[in-house]
């Protein structure tokens, strides 16, 4: 899989190449494939055989405008966390019954902006469901559930189980609804998020039976959402193996066909997969400005700071990381351990530590792999760096730029 979509660049970059790209659009850059985009929104509508599934894509890991217009066009519908995910979902062209709203402490006006709008709205604590009672009593609401398992790359992006925010316990459940009741909510939806990057299918399939088992004391229930997180592999170029979807689509599809014969209730079914859509269709471009050893250490210096990329120093992710020279990449046979660093002013600015590489030199490209999900979107202003172009390589191999850089207009815009 790697071969044909990261290493030979050509399929990647479509008619570009990385250092084209960069001459053109300016250091550093964010850059997607469109058909690995539209392969990965298709990966995610099959991994349940059964008409009423769809897949709500979690947009807070690329909220790119155009990106989302692809997703839209693939047939996904999209969950929002905030109200700014729900603006630019309507501007991607997504209608209200396509948009599911599943924040987490929230104030009224943010309750009432996605039922003004027609929006559902997953609540996550007792609190949010008293609140939304008070505010819209009556109206249909869905809650979010601790199913009690997490699981995830690590412990920041755990989201279920006894150590988090989030989700309503088993043992709140009855309480939820008699708050429910007082207010006259009607309880039509449940969802759940058992964390993020997970490789092996048992964990999601343990929560989804405890969701599917806690259907019964839904009355007015029409959607059962099993959450997101799918994994994949950021370890490719060692090998690393996909997350095996026909085998969790056999699974999945067992438990749920085992439990619409035993219900015979019509529900519709959705999962809620960010990274997956998205991560393996980015790459971030860099440069290397200056080399230099320092006691046993080789440093890479380039324009990759963290203000461009976090993940790397929120979770200690792992990206493979390709150099290219001269029109091509560098054989990488022959590797030292580099320490690739950014630009910003803080000892911790590393996205690459002792990370085996070929002899690097000023004006190198870096190629950081899989970065299309929480790449930009977490990206920042800090030390006053302005946040990096992105472009689009369309079906035709063609790139469009689909968000231009900042600009030092740009950071003195709010004063
Ligand atoms: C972040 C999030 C997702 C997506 O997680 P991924 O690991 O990117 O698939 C899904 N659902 C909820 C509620 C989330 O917060």
Not at 320 to 346: A, F, H, M, Q
Request: proline share 5%.
């Amino acid at each position: 899989m790697h071969e044909s979509e990261y290493i030979a660049g050509q399929t990647f970059f479509g008619r570009s190449d990385p250092a084209e790209l960069l001459a053109r659009f300016g250091s550093p850059l964010y850059v997607y494939n469109e058909s690995i985009l539209r392969r990965r929104c298709q990966d995610m509508l099959r991994i349940i055989d059964y008409p009423r599934f769809v897949a709500s894509y979690s947009i807070k890991a690329n909220s790119n405008l155009h990106l989302l217009k692809i997703i839209r066009e693939e047939g996904l519908s999209a969950d929002a966390m905030s109200p700014g995910e729900i603006v630019v979902l309507e501007q991607a062209g997504f209608r209200p019954e396509q948009i599911f709203f599943v924040p987490n402490n929230v104030s009224a006006d943010e309750l009432r902006f996605a039922a003004e709008r027609q929006i559902l709205t997953s609540l996550d604590s007792l609190d949010q469901l008293e609140l939304m009672g008070k505010i819209l009593p009556g109206s249909r609401v869905a809650i979010r559930i601790n199913p009690g398992i997490g699981a995830g790359h690590h412990e920041k992006v755990v989201t279920a189980g006894e150590r988090t925010k989030f989700g309503i316990s088993g043992a709140q459940l009855f309480q939820a609804g008699r708050v429910a009741e007082r207010y006259g909510l009607r309880i039509v939806g449940i969802n759940q998020h058992i964390g993020s990057l997970f490789m092996e299918p048992e964990p999601y399939l343990r929560a989804a039976a405890y969701l599917l088992d806690q259907v019964e004391r839904f009355p007015d229930l029409e959607l059962v959402d099993l959450g997101g997180g799918f994994g994949i592999p950021h370890r490719k170029l060692s090998g690393e193996q996909r997350l095996d979807l026909r085998d969790l689509n056999k699974k999945l599809t067992r438990l749920i066909r085992a439990f619409t014969d035993r219900h015979g209730r019509d529900l519709l079914f959705k999962s809620e997969p960010g990274r997956y859509v998205v991560a393996e269709c980015g790459v971030l471009l860099g440069t290397v400005h200056a080399v230099k050893e320092t006691g046993q250490t080789i440093y890479a210096g380039t324009d990759l700071g963290f203000n461009v990329l976090a993940r790397p120093i929120l979770y200690d992710s792992w990206h493979d990381i390709r150099i290219y020279r001269d029109g091509r990449y560098l054989d990488d046979s022959e590797t030292k351990p580099v320490t690739v660093v950014g630009n910003i002013c803080e000892s911790g600015d590393i996205i690459a530590a002792d990370r085996p590489l070929p002899d690097l030199e000023a004006n190198d490209v870096v190629v950081v792999l899989d970065t299309g999900a929480y790449g930009y979107a977490m990206s920042s202003n800090y030390n006053n760096r302005l946040r990096p172009a992105e472009v689009l390589i369309r079906l035709d191999g063609e790139p469009v730029l689909i968000r231009r850089r900042e600009t030092y207009e740009d950071l003195l815009r709010y004063f």
